[in-house]
């Protein structure tokens, strides 16, 4: 199982976030951001913060990082069914690992969501719209749906009408923002409830997407 951080905002959570770094980080990357969500209105949550596999990634000249998945040149160009689909299915498989121990621990699937930066969301949308079991919602931030090919044949019933926060910058030099947009339109006309934030920003978190995230999770969370 992955090494993970974990962050309580009080005792006895009833819910859990586990949340993915992006390229190249590791689970420390989000942790300072929970002090900074207004979770004031929401039940008491577990936030999970794995870290991912160390691997050569291909676009930073095979130097070994903390990746979810290998990134080859061109993948970021708007074709994210370029993506490595044996090291998001690993991934995948792990975040897998981290929901069942959650559910080990008393936390029901219905109050679990998966959220992820960059690489991280990917591995967010690629986890929990394949999910055999409902979840409480999903979170994407500046990334896209790799592997979308098989996504119409593998996505799971049960998430169907699982709440999705998706959000991208407009000026992200990293992942190209029509992906981002892409990836919303593409679930909207599949018939997911997605709510869909853009900011002028590039690849990163603002503060406006930090209050959105806090009144997100705690909307999911209390229903």
């Given at each position: 199982?992955?090494?993970?951080?974990?962050?309580?905002?009080?005792?006895?959570?009833?819910?859990?976030?586990?949340?993915?770094?992006?390229?190249?980080?590791?689970?420390?990357?989000?942790?300072?951001?929970?002090?900074?969500?207004?979770?004031t209105?929401?039940?008491?949550?577990?936030?999970?913060?794995?870290?991912?596999?160390m691997?050569?990634?291909?676009?930073?000249?095979?130097?070994?990082?903390?990746?979810?998945?290998?990134?080859?040149?061109?993948?970021?160009?708007?074709?994210?069914?370029?993506?490595?689909?044996?090291?998001?299915?690993?991934?995948?498989?792990?975040?897998?690992?981290?929901?069942?121990?959650?559910?080990?621990?008393?936390?029901?699937?219905?109050?679990?969501?998966?959220?992820?930066?960059?690489?991280?969301?990917?591995?967010?949308?690629?986890?929990?719209?394949?999910?055999p079991?409902?979840?409480?919602?999903?979170?994407?931030?500046?990334?896209?749906?790799?592997?979308?090919d098989?996504f119409?044949?593998?996505?799971?019933?049960?998430?169907?009408?699982?709440?999705?926060?998706?959000?991208?910058?407009?000026?992200?030099?990293?992942?190209?923002?029509?992906?981002?947009?892409?990836?919303?339109?593409?679930?909207?006309?599949?018939?997911?409830?997605?709510?869909?934030?853009?900011?002028?920003?590039?690849?990163?978190?603002?503060?406006?997407?930090?209050?959105?995230?806090?009144?997100?999770?705690?909307?999911?969370?209390?229903?």
């Amino acid at each position: 199982m992955l090494e993970t951080i974990e962050l309580e905002t009080a005792r006895n959570p009833t819910a859990a976030v586990i949340w993915m770094h992006g390229l190249g980080a590791d689970g420390n990357d989000f942790v300072p951001i929970v002090n900074e969500l207004d979770l004031t209105q929401a039940p008491a949550i577990r936030f999970v913060f794995p870290h991912a596999p160390m691997m050569p990634v291909t676009i930073n000249n095979g130097h070994v990082m903390r990746a979810w998945y290998d990134v080859s040149f061109g993948d970021l160009e708007g074709n994210s069914r370029r993506a490595d689909e044996q090291g998001v299915r690993q991934s995948q498989a792990h975040i897998g690992e981290l929901i069942a121990r959650e559910v080990e621990r008393k936390i029901p699937f219905k109050n679990i969501v998966l959220a992820g930066f960059s690489q991280g969301g990917a591995i967010a949308l690629q986890t929990g719209l394949r999910y055999p079991q409902t979840l409480a919602g999903v979170m994407a931030l500046s990334c896209y749906m790799p592997c979308g090919d098989s996504f119409a044949a593998e996505a799971s019933a049960a998430n169907a009408k699982t709440p999705l926060l998706i959000a991208h910058g407009t000026d992200d030099p990293v992942v190209a923002y029509r992906m981002g947009k892409n990836t919303s339109d593409l679930l909207v006309k599949s018939g997911y409830p997605v709510e869909w934030h853009e900011y002028p920003m590039q690849h990163s978190v603002c503060l406006e997407e930090v209050r959105d995230i806090g009144a997100w999770l705690t909307r999911v969370l209390r229903a």
